[in-house]
């Protein structure tokens, strides 16, 4: 998934992984596609080039291929800057990855039968490392 991510060519300082491209980073399983939260900064700077406009009510994101692009982050009723999520960030070869306890609880949430059997592998993952369940202050 590293690879895929440098192809893009966006500074690794502005980009936190997220999702499947978390858990991916994390060992846990192979990515379908790659979300990734970035600044507002390249987040506009790729909407002016070549990606490609989404919208779902008040959400925009942006596609290009396997990535997605968001610029904000919700989780348990907040709306999180990427300054405001970069502490619960954990470091992998050098690129912020989003908080996988974070993402375990989202996909408890959605319910979903493949995101129960991603919240399950987290589960397992994280019983081997304690370290990252972190609570947002």
Known sequence: VFKEIESLGLPKDKLILLGGASMAAHGLREAGDIDLFVTKEVFDACRASEWEILERREDVWLRKGVFELYNKFWYHDKYYSFEELVPYTTTI?????????????????KGRPKDLIDAELIEQYLKLHPELIIEPN
């Not at 070869?93 to 949430?109: A, H, Q, S, T």
Request: hydrophobic residues 40%; proline residues 6%; without cysteine.
């Open 93 to 109: 070869e050098g690129f912020r990855v989003g908080p996988i306890y974070w993402l375990m609880n989202w996909k408890r949430d």
